[in-house]
């Protein structure tokens, strides 16, 4: 019926299209000639998919910071930030192709790579070392390129996942009066690189604070954890230590509602903690804990971009201004914060103009958010101070701990660190090991300034 | 022995929930042949659609009418315009096909009605039994026992459907033999409609049951992939199979990841209801009540 | 016109079974390796070869694989990204434990590691057929990418579970910039596309389009079924898992086993069924189709939106992408069900006769 005869002008058609398709794909980026006198910053966002709704809030916030120091000081040191975003999807393979597409935009080749995807850093780990771009992993990535001595061009700035952790137990040791032994906790994980992390310090943290701790793993996308909670029941666990991202984190809450595991006694890590994870679980979620490495709520640096940017005329890049002062949104604004403090720092030592990838490495080793320094950047409480250094590219490790009240997220600590004599020497043998399987001999830190 | 029973009884009410997808799917491919794999995109297109119409503000009942309605246009526009076309291609260009369209509903649901979470409140809640919890310490969800409950409803519907009215006499005669039923004079195009729609109307309960128990969002989708065993066990023919397929799938899947899982490390439950479904095959390469092949050379 | 065969005639058994008999053909063929091969890599930009040739380079390999697979045996299978991490994880192991082997060498033996697990997981197509078979290769997706992930054997303990791949060498050579993957990648391809090329015009061939067309028919002839089937799954499997290698080595640069999930395993189905299923040509231009049009709709609709001044957020550009995909895939299924491959192969009858119409 349907034959070759009927459609041929129509396949004609698509053959031709195919090739124009494919030429026009490949076809040279324009000429950056226009952007000679802007800082430009590559966004890889995701804002579809499961883990999309986070991206949004983070994505919207990191751009509308940039925006706002546009507007409000005429960029950094008079050159203007500029910025093109592209859609990765959280996976890999996109991550890469946005990466090499977006570095051809500007000699800055992007200033820096913010990927918020533990798998799109790991493969572009390789890549920005090539190219010379600083890579930054506030809160994910490779945890061992805190030492800088072996990942020059990689940063993992504020905390990692194992001094969060450990920052966690501690938290959980202040609860209990400073003694741990003999209760139980459960790790209640996804079972990915970023679940699996952990692991070894919770251990080793066990062994120290004499706690027993069961480790129990959720398959991805983790929609269904019935089991696991009825496990958690059946084990008597005093805390879970939930370590989730994405839909999963809504599905716990309500599968502990399922079994009647109090919610007051599950804290989170900071991506099993945000508004877009509470407020689908309704009910379920109230008295849930989460750690945070930022705070939500409309601090008056977040007050003032609203004001600035959401006004009379709004270029705000938040379609949903409730989104607006929730973690996703203040984590995106933070991480503004951090590119552009690195801009600004590197203008101190090189001269005020459009910085190039080295020169922005070298400021992320010298960063200082001294409490002084966030108090002149308006940003006090919002994130933890942090200090940088050639062989600590982590430079805080501290987290607060928040619950979820039903509306929103209300403070239970103040700035926590993690274990760091626990951590460090595992984080630099891991290092060590890095370089001897790929030949790297370590910078000497005290040689460079 | 109490946990065995508690996850035995939890095990075998999620395995009702995927028995509601896993109907939709039985019901196309019964009348058309079809595998469709668009099933889970449909679930989550319909319970997208029920609570992008409730945020706008519109009350509970008639949200639910205008989700039927949209599920149901979805269903006649896919005959008209996606099998229609594809009637005597291979199965698998169906199957390719129905592949595509569930990519189309991905993009348009979240295009529609944004990509956040949301919850569906029915009104019961998600929370152990009190009788059971304080006598026998087994924690059975109200909720659980509801959506199985609701799932037996509207199976005995369907069944009374099939059996009783002049429709469903039609659509058991088009999923016996097409050309028999087009020659006594059975519309074969309006029945696929019908067929698509009751599909959908099936999308819907299960969307709104699922949206319920697990927050409406892009995850839903791979509900499908629960579903495709406890279709193998079941046989893609039955509707009853597809109930079997779904205890049996839902409390081995559940019983294995917490007796066997801590032997292997854990996270079995992706994997194993397809291994089981594999074995079953094995044996029985029909499932339990499919229809038999028959080879003709 | 100009691709006329009349005049052509062989006058050996040699010449006449040659792959490609008619002389234009054979000039078109070595004019595309020579551009393919020579002037590519000195005039194109990093850009392409990371985010194009390279990844249609090796969709293109597991494609064939697919291909022998789905499109000359028969046996649809939706496992195909699990055989890839088998490659991919295999080709690790065996550099990282023997690293005095070559590592060409190493990604082949990769590829019959994948066609072993390949053999195991298709031990199930001798009784089950069509759908219920697919299903059952998804247990091989689902079973492969959890093992990989839970013995910590596959990635050294490594605690994260991502391994970045060792950096590849060619008998000493390092292979590292985006020109060098390019071309390695391109000779291994060619290699494996005559190999596969040449097993299905061969008896190997026409035994699995026996199996395909009616097995039942096929076993009363004499062929052996049960051989015939695993054979299909391990060369598939074979083709694939070095597919995998490839992917984790000369294109991403990690190995982890969520990279190779169910979704991958749909594209290469797609790429086959768009492409042409039964063909090898139709492997190539699957892979280019989609490798090309993620991005393409990428660049396209937002021009296409800002020129309406239609204000779209990014996010439902993305969306409209998605939808658009799906129809395309819906759209390419009714207008040419036997894949773009018939459309190049309809282009060449009419050219036979141009310019007359008949």
């Known amino acids: 019926m349907f034959t070759s005869k009927k459609f041929t002008g129509v396949k004609a058609m698509c053959a031709a299209a195919i090739g124009v398709a494919a030429l026009v794909t490949g076809a040279p980026s324009p000429s950056f000639a226009q952007q000679a006198n802007e800082q430009f910053v590559s966004v890889l966002s995701f804002r579809v998919g499961p883990y999309g709704p986070a991206g949004v809030g983070i994505f919207g916030g990191f751009i509308d910071y940039m925006n706002y120091v ?136 066990a062994k120290v604070n004499g706690f027993e701790l069961t480790t129990i793993p959720i398959t991805p996308p983790g929609t269904e954890q019935g089991a696991q909670w ?127 990838g080295e020169q922005i490495r070298w400021a992320l080793e010298h960063l200082d958010l001294s409490d002084a320094r966030l108090k002149a950047l308006n940003a006090t409480g919002l994130m933890p101070t942090m200090k940088t250094s050639c062989a600590d590219h982590e430079g805080s490790g501290k987290i607060k701990v928040q619950q979820w009240d039903g509306t929103k997220w209300a403070l239970v600590s103040d700035w926590i660190e993690g274990n760091r004599q626990l951590v460090r020497p595992l984080l630099e043998q891991s290092a060590i090991d890095y370089g001897k399987s790929k030949g790297i001999t370590p910078r000497d830190c005290a040689k460079e300034s | 022995m109490q946990f065995f029973l508690e996850v035995l009884i939890g095990g075998l009410l999620s395995g009702v929930m995927y028995s509601l997808v896993a109907l939709g799917f039985v019901l196309i491919y019964k009348a058309s042949g079809v595998f469709n794999f668009a099933q889970g995109a449909m679930v989550y297109f319909a319970a997208l659609s029920f609570v992008g119409i409730l945020a706008k503000g519109v009350p509970f009942g008639l949200a639910l009418i205008l989700a039927l309605g949209i599920m149901i246009l979805f269903g006649v526009v896919t005959e008209r315009f996606v099998l229609r076309p594809l009637v005597n291609q291979p199965p698998i260009s169906l199957f390719m096909a129905t592949i595509g369209l569930a990519f189309f509903l991905e993009g348009l649901g979240p295009f529609l009605w944004g990509n956040d979470s949301h919850e569906i409140r029915l009104g019961i809640p998600d929370e152990p039994l009190p009788y059971f919890l304080d006598k026998y310490n087994i924690a059975i969800s109200t909720f659980d026992l509801a959506a199985a409950a609701i799932a037996g409803v509207l199976v005995a519907g369907l069944a009374l459907f099939f059996q009783k009215t002049k429709i469903g006499r039609a659509l058991r005669a088009v999923a016996d033999d097409h050309q028999a039923a087009l020659s006594i004079g059975i519309p074969l195009q309006v029945i696929w409609m019908i067929v698509w729609g009751v599909a959908g109307f099936v999308a819907l309960v299960a969307g709104l049951l699922w949206g319920a128990r697990n927050g409406v969002q892009l995850a839903l989708v791979a509900v499908v992939l629960k579903a495709l065993p406890v279709l193998i066990l079941g046989g893609f023919t039955s509707v009853p199979g597809a109930i079997v397929g779904g205890l049996i799938i839902g409390s081995t899947e559940k019983l294995a990841e917490i007796y066997i899982g801590p032997l292997v490390g854990g996270g079995l439950e992706s994997w194993f209801p397809y291994v089981l479904a594999l074995a079953f095959l094995l044996v029985r390469p029909e499932g339990l009540f499919g229809e038999k092949h028959i080879d003709r050379v | 016109m100009l691709y006329r065969e009349a005049g052509q005639f062989k006058t050996s058994y040699a010449a006449d079974q040659q792959l490609l008999p008619i002389r234009q053909d054979r000039i078109a063929f070595f004019t595309l390796l020579a551009v393919v091969f020579v002037i590519v890599p000195l005039f194109v930009s990093d850009y392409w070869f990371s985010a194009l040739l390279i990844p249609i380079l090796i969709f293109s390999l597991a494609a064939i694989g697919l291909n022998i697979l789905t499109g000359y045996a028969g046996q649809l299978s939706l496992g195909s990204a699990a055989f890839m991490a088998v490659g991919a994880f295999s080709a690790y192991n065996i550099v990282l434990r023997m690293p005095w082997l070559p590592q060409i060498v190493s990604f082949l033996l990769a590829g019959v590691c994948a066609a072993l697990v390949g053999i195991a997981f298709g031990l199930p197509s001798v009784r089950i057929k069509g759908f219920y078979l697919a299903v059952a290769t998804l247990a091989a997706q689902f079973f492969v990418v959890w093992a990989l992930q839970k013995f910590p054997w596959f990635t050294n303990n490594s605690s994260s579970g991502v391994i970045s791949a060792q950096g590849v060498t060619f008998f000493g050579f390092p292979i590292d910039s985006p020109v060098r993957n390019y071309v390695f990648v391109l000779c291994i391809v060619t290699v494996l596309a005559l190999c596969a090329k040449n097993m299905a015009r061969s008896n190997t061939g026409r035994q699995w389009m026996a199996v395909r067309d009616m097995d039942v028919a096929a076993e009363v002839i004499g062929i052996p079924l049960m051989r015939t089937k695993l054979q299909a799954f391990a060369i598939s499997s074979f083709y694939c898992g070095v597919a995998g290698a490839l992917y984790a080595y000369c294109y991403i640069g990690t190995v982890e086993p969520e990279a190779f999930s169910l979704d991958m395993s749909f594209r290469v189905l797609f790429m086959i069924i768009v492409g042409g299923m039964g063909t090898i040509m139709g492997a190539f231009i699957g892979a280019t189709f989609f490798t090309v049009l993620p991005i393409f709709l990428s660049i396209l609709i937002p021009g296409i939106a800002s020129l309406f001044n239609f204000n779209f957020d990014k996010a439902s550009l993305t969306y409209i992408e998605f939808m658009i995909f799906g129809a395309l895939i819906i759209f390419f299924l009714i207008v040419e069900p036997h894949g773009l491959a018939r459309l190049w192969q309809i282009g060449k009858e009419k050219l036979r006769i141009w310019p007359f119409p008949h």
């Open chain 1, 230 to 356: 009825q496990q958690i029941r059946q084990s008597q666990a005093d805390y879970v230590i939930f370590w989730g991202f994405g839909v999963m984190n809504a599905s716990a809450m309500r599968a502990a509602q399922k079994v009647g595991f109090a919610r007051d006694k599950i804290i989170g890590s900071w991506w099993a903690g945000s508004e877009e994870d509470t407020v689908p679980a309704g009910d379920a979620a109230k008295g849930y804990m989460s750690a945070a490495m930022n705070v939500s709520g409309k601090t008056p640096l977040i007050a003032d971009i609203e004001k600035t940017l959401y006004g009379a005329n709004p270029t705000g890049n938040m379609q949903d201004k409730s989104k607006i002062g929730g973690i996703n949104y203040n984590r995106g604004v933070v991480i503004g914060l951090i590119t552009v403090e690195a801009i600004r720092v590197a203008q101190a030592k090189y001269g005020k103009k459009v910085m190039d």
């Open chain 1, 70 to 205: 546009n507007v409000k000081e005429g960029g950094v040191g008079g050159v203007k930030l500029s910025w093109e975003e592209c859609e990765t999807e959280y996976a890999a393979a996109r991550g890469v192709e946005c990466y090499e597409r977006l570095k051809t935009k500007s000699p800055t080749k992007g200033t820096m790579i913010h990927p918020v995807s533990t798998p799109i850093t790991y493969a572009l780990l390789d890549k920005t070392l090539a190219d010379k771009v600083p890579i930054v992993q506030t809160g994910y990535g490779r945890t061992d390129t805190v030492d800088g001595r072996y990942f020059p061009w990689a940063f993992p700035l504020i905390t990692t996942y194992p001094m969060q952790a450990t920052a966690i137990v501690k938290f959980l040791s202040q609860k209990e009066k400073g003694d741990l032994r003999g209760k139980k906790i459960a790790y209640l994980y996804l079972d990915s690189a970023y679940g699996k992390e952990p692991i070894t310090y919770l251990q080793a943290e």
